[in-house]
């Protein structure tokens, strides 16, 4: 009963380095999504996905690659990490975009960029 | 487009007392609204949801909302707190996604 994985839970990055952060769902969920959470901001949109091979960007995308090539996966590619990337970022998952589709969130990922 | 607001950054209860968090939304069409909880250092779980029909809404761990359309409020309550209820709540309206409020932090002392 895995829902929504991301990994890794915790990455310190050097500034200028790119990484990628994974999540996976086991759900056949066609709507993925990526958020950031950072203190007094609740959470905010970066990317999302409707169904494989389809991506648009949220509210900050910027600094931020995604891409949809199965249903299960969605990483969220960070190109040249800033000390304003650190946050706590986590995926989600529904079945579909309508507000009725319970949407699932992975336990997080904290991210360190020094 | 479409907003949350929670007027409270951060509230202190005491055990078995009343909790009320508030959240004030802003939306053109009948929203749908969520309040999430978070524990510290995990994920986001849904503690109720609201899309129409009764306005008082039951949730799990004993929490109830209350939708007013007149206040463009959704307010979450609890009549008494447990010290485990302490974590970060947020309150969200969905669209073609889910737009979060800040978040009210709630500390429950002994």
């Known amino acids: 009963n895995a829902g929504v994985t991301q990994t890794p839970k915790f990455q310190v990055l050097k500034t200028g380095q790119s990484m990628t952060l994974q999540c996976a769902q086991d759900m056949n969920h066609e709507y993925m999504s990526w958020y950031r959470q950072d203190p007094g901001m609740g959470l905010r949109l970066i990317h999302y996905s409707v169904g494989a091979g389809i991506t648009d960007q949220g509210e900050v995308p910027n600094g931020y690659n995604v891409s949809r090539s199965t249903t299960e996966d969605f990483p969220l590619r960070l190109l040249s990490a800033a000390p304003s990337q650190t946050s706590v970022y986590f995926c989600a998952s529904s079945a579909g975009t309508g507000a009725g589709n319970t949407i699932y969130f992975g336990e997080g990922s904290w991210l360190t960029v020094v | 487009a479409q907003s949350v607001t929670q007027p409270d950054i951060h509230i202190t209860v005491s055990e078995g007392a009343s909790l009320e968090l508030r959240c004030n939304y802003s939306?053109?069409?009948?929203?749908?609204l969520f309040w999430y909880v978070q524990s510290p250092g995990q994920g986001l779980q849904l503690l109720l949801k609201y899309f129409s029909g009764d306005t008082l809404v039951q949730g799990i761990k004993g929490f109830e909302a209350e939708f007013k359309r007149s206040q463009s409020s959704f307010n979450l309550r609890k009549p008494s707190v447990h010290w485990s209820d302490a974590a970060e709540y947020f309150c969200?309206?969905?669209?073609?996604?889910?737009?979060f409020g800040a978040g009210t932090t709630v500390t429950v002392r002994a």
């Open positions: 969200a309206v969905h669209d073609y996604k889910l737009s």
């Open positions: 939306y053109g069409a009948t929203p749908y």
